[in-house]
């Protein structure tokens, strides 16, 4: 067995993730930009998709504030390793839905997903939901259609955010995650749409693409992140 896959272990390093993020959101100076259309979404209350890239799961906790913002869950992968993730997120106010943003997989990943889909509508009916349209295993910065068909069907906006911090550390997995390191220099930017009346879901899930990296690479310029 693999030693995250333990629950005891996963607990206690989830406990210790939650811990050190929380410390590091503290120290860092954050710069906010294009933050009114996030606080015209908050004030109007009710449904939203927030979508990151899955490098950025280890930033997300900072961009919501949990005082005046809609109440969020966030959708991690079925997969045990999912499972770490999860418990760490809901330690700073992220409870889970579980399952995966929509890649055609069948068996298993495929009821996860369907399974995902009815959750995070119910979810959207009354809060927001926090989804990374690339994973869970990529490829990084390529959405999948899971969260275009999730918009369409609920009608909630998007809020695309761009998040970022130098220093940072990144790990050697497929999406090269970001890690916060603490007393940096951190930035928040936003982008908010709908899903267009009569679009074709393919078609907008290219043009988001573009979008949510656009902000993702204007947050990494103004700390000063190399992009990889």
């Known amino acids: 067995m693999r030693p995250l896959r333990n629950p005891v272990i996963q607990s206690v390093l989830s406990w210790v993730m ?128 899971g969260l275009p068909v999730m918009a369409r069907m609920s009608g909630a906006p998007v809020l695309f955010i761009g998040m970022s911090c130098n220093p940072a550390a990144r790990l050697s997995s497929w999406d090269r995650a970001v890690i916060p390191l603490p007393f940096g220099r951190g930035a928040i930017v936003w982008d908010v749409d709908r899903f267009p009346a009569g679009g074709d879901v393919a078609e907008v899930a290219r043009a988001w693409t573009e979008r949510l990296t656009a902000v993702e690479a204007r947050a990494d310029a103004i700390t000063g992140l190399e992009r990889l």
């Open 18 to 145: 939650a811990s050190w993020m929380r410390f590091c959101f503290a120290t860092i100076r954050w710069t906010h930009e294009n933050r009114e259309v996030a606080q015209q979404v908050w004030a109007d209350g009710g449904g939203v998709i927030c979508a990151f890239w899955h490098s950025r799961i280890g930033l997300s906790p900072a961009c919501w504030p949990l005082d005046r913002a809609q109440p969020a869950k966030a959708l991690i992968s079925l997969s045990r390793d999912g499972q770490f993730i999860a418990k760490a997120v809901a330690l700073q106010g992220f409870p889970a839905v579980r399952g995966s943003s929509g890649r055609k997989d069948g068996g298993e990943a495929s009821k996860g997903g369907s399974q995902a889909l009815r959750d995070g509508l119910k979810q959207l009916k009354i809060g927001a939901l926090a989804i990374t349209p690339d994973g869970p295993r990529g490829p990084a910065r390529q959405m999948a259609e």
